[in-house]
């Protein structure tokens, strides 16, 4: 099977013109078949407060009323998404922006609400690979933002992580996938304070045994849980690193196995 | 050669849930291969207020300064597109949205500073129908919104008007094109008040005729413009009339012709 790399990037690049611009040169240059995966950043906050409004959080966790759906799909769909695709073609690299509604391609129910209404969060249920690989076959790069759709016109704002991990499992299927996460770590660290302390590999014992002595930060806790997940089902390599580990095999970095 | 329409809808539409639902249906059930464009509506300037800002314009005309572009991008490239794209998906109408950075389909250049500096206003350069045909080929609906870019990572706001129109003419070398500009009249109309004195057919001698009459409007002038110039560089049919006018050909509506 052919190779294809689905990068993620998140805050720490996308808030970072020069970072960013880095980055799009590096991910730009790669000559195998390429999607790129983004989230938010610190846009949708900036301009929810432009707005005069205030981000609804319960328990530490934002709530996609209506208004941050708004929100969500103008910043990361249009102004996220649209610059990086801008950028890219800058660089000789034919890209095309897609929310999981463009080409149908992640589809997403949302969530039901139990004792928290998450309100137009989506949980993705389908990944429909067709008009994507149609694109990739023709070298253009799919760069998606962290917006899907129910199939019955309604937007839905979804984990950005999640949907790389999902998009990479439906196209292990079709390609030999290798995915990764970048952020603003070398990797999974031992200790959060030593930047050089990156846990090598983790597989399913490992990661019980981390949680169990509570040696990993709460926060990366559902970010090692979309890695595993995407090990076990059938994505060749998933990594978690900083900006320059796609692209670099001699950059430390967490690799994750059954 | 195959047969393409391509549809612009302007604010009337946009701005009026129930028109739009209205025209997607129609939109939709469509069997022909298809390209829609949109114009933006209220809703930019909305957001511009919303933000506490006040919409630059100069001899009546918008100037897109830097925010005034991060605006339309999330507004034209955001929040519509992918909210039609998602209720053309729950209508079974595979799409995709589309700006001119998205496939490299349009690229602009920033309109020279004269007398008035528009800003990040964009003139059409050239078309590149390849990646967007790619789709049409598989039965996969481009929706584009009014954004273009120049080739070197800079987004510009180009009017969907003539969006619509050079998207037809760089098809017609592929598709026999149809061209129709829906908005809130039946046509072209001879006395503004009275919505049933459509003109019928305008070609370059009437055009100068009316403009010597002084009989059109002059805000039509830039619209009319469009439609000969399509007409003149191998559309087919041009047609400006009401959102129902694309379906029908038993509805009244102004035709251009050479």
Do not use: W
């Not at 407060?49 to 205030?54: A, C, P, R, S, T």
């Not at 993705?124 to 933002?145: A, W």
């Not at 981390?210 to 059938?234: D, F, S, T």
Request: glycine share 8%; aromatic share 6%; net charge neutral.
């Amino acid at each position: 099977m052919k190779s294809l790399k689905i990068i993620k990037i998140g805050g720490n690049i996308i808030n970072n013109d020069l970072l960013l611009q880095e980055f799009l040169d590096d991910f730009a240059a790669l000559d195998t078949p390429k999607i790129l995966v983004h989230g938010g950043g610190k846009a949708a906050s900036e301009l929810t407060q432009k707005m005069g409004l205030n981000p609804k959080m319960i328990q530490g966790r934002r709530i996609t009323d209506t208004e941050t759906l708004d929100i969500v799909t103008m910043v990361y769909g249009g102004k996220i998404n649209k610059n990086i695709v801008a950028q890219l073609q800058a660089r000789n690299c034919n890209s095309i922006g897609f929310s999981g509604a463009d080409g149908n391609s992640i589809v997403a129910m949302k969530r039901p609400v139990t004792a928290i209404d998450y309100g137009f969060a989506g949980d993705i249920i389908h990944v429909n690979t067709d008009v994507v690989n149609i694109l990739l076959q023709h070298d253009v790069t799919p760069v998606f933002c962290a917006i899907t759709h129910n199939e019955n016109g309604q937007l839905l704002n979804t984990n950005a992580d999640t949907i790389a991990a999902e998009l990479a499992i439906a196209f292990s299927k079709l390609y030999t996938v290798s995915l990764y996460y970048c952020f603003e770590k070398n990797g999974v660290l031992k200790s959060v304070h030593d930047d050089n302390s990156v846990i090598k590999k983790i597989d399913f014992t490992a990661f019980e045994q981390l949680k169990k002595n509570k040696i990993i930060n709460e926060g990366m806790l559902p970010k090692i849980h979309n890695c595993l997940q995407a090990v076990e089902k059938g994505v060749t390599t998933v990594h978690i690193g900083n900006n320059k580990m796609p692209f670099n095999n001699n950059i430390k970095c967490t690799t994750f196995q059954q």
